[in-house]
């Protein structure tokens, strides 16, 4: 059987900005709270710890204002699935964990949204972030040529990055229009702390084309990429290079929210202005609620601390700052949206779902994600959709909806432990690990 | 001199900083390909922060174990699909 955790009054899921942002205002008033994350270490992607430069600046601020005593840590801990109200199911290194809450905040953040084109699967095609976090993790980039394609701001941060880790970036390809980039720059203007930020990058990226309504139509290579086609316009050609680094900005994570039955609303997590989600003891907080970045999501946690701790009044001192933040995530969203041109990209024969080998002709043949899922098995892979799921929603216009349990792959005396194991959704077998 | 760990890699000993992930340490050796997949054709890392499993290979026997997600340790014997 699972162990039970001692029951903490506020557990909160996601070590990133937006859950220890909630767990030092919670901890204001409250006596103590559970932090699970699935990472080895604190921080979330953003302040993902770097070999080179240890843990984030931010992040050390931010755990001062976390006891260490009143913090029960979770750390490589996936939530896989809730076998009964207020409860739970968690694989950590030491087996499965069951947890009770009384209150629970969700933070469980981003991941890049990946968009298929021929060629898109081979080694060394990564993710933006991606990349940078396998850097971070120690991957030796100096002297290597990168091409970062995609969309999102994200793509300037990570070139400034590795380019100060000694790699060459050979172009920056936004497949965002020029008209709507002006938009967004002209937006910072009226947001000096964003503006300088972008100055300053601007700086750090000197000499590198930013190149915008680009995107990478085909990488080649046998057992890694060799080069990477670009198309601008009219223009297409070809670029060599070491790493293609490409995703297309951020989706949020929802299937953990979907899983405890919240509310989603075009894409997003659905919270009231105190980051309540439909479910009564259940909050919201972070890049879940739409991706806005760093500053929203800090507001965000707090005010999700401070209401599932009582401390209502603390909360709405938050809440006008928090709006105007919000408003920049509305403006994110729309600027680096993919245009219908990436629409085009994949051929018949372009695999879509990378778990199990499912190409896009074969998807065509279907009518909706269901029928596509039981006939070819696409998003039933160890990743569930995580990777394909975007790519779908985009390419076909199915939302993959259906959260079932585990939503992990996670090994059967996990689910075993649960007795979830006795109802397995129709016609999938476990992928055993 | 930053402290190292020797791991070995498809049968080879390779030494690797400490607080290197075994993704990392895989590619720095030389070795893109991680893992096949289901039609035999070579995967590498993907996501860099444990969602994908593009980058699963074996450790210290345990098959399907995320790289991107594990530190280096002494001695881990580390098998990949390439």
Known sequence: MAEALVEHDICIIGAGPAGLAAAAAALERAPAVTIVDDNPQPGGQIWRSDLRKGSHPELRTLQRQLPPERIRWVTSGAVVAAPQPDRLLVETVEGPRLLGYRRLILATGARERFLPFPGWTLPNVTGVGGLQALVKGGLEIAGRRVVIAGSGPLMLAVAAYLRERGATVLAIAEQAPRRRLVRFGLSLLSSPGRLGQAIRLKRQLAGIPYLTDCYPVAADGQEQVKRVILQQGAKIWQVDCDYLACSFHLVPNLELPGLLNCRLDAGRVAVDKHQQTSVPNILCAGEATGVGGLDLSLLEGRIAGYVASGNQAAARRLLGRRDRARRFADLLESTFAPTEVLRELPSDRTIVCRCEDVSLGALRRHQSWRAAKLQTRCGMGPCQGRICGPAVETLLGWRHESIRPPVLATRLENLLATGQAGEPPSNQDWRLE | ?82
């Not at chain 2, 890699?9 to 096949?36: C, F, W």
């Open chain 2, 1 to 82: 001199m930053p402290e190292t760990v020797t791991i070995i890699i498809d049968g080879q000993a390779t030494q690797v900083e400490v607080g290197t992930t075994v993704a990392a340490a895989v590619l720095n050796s030389g070795r893109p390909v991680l893992r096949r997949s289901v039609a035999g054709a070579p995967r590498g890392a993907l996501c860099g922060m444990g969602i994908c499993f593009e980058c699963r290979v074996e450790i210290d026997g345990m098959a399907h174990s995320r790289s991107c997600q594990i530190y280096c340790r002494a001695g881990m014997e580390v098998r990949t699909d390439g």
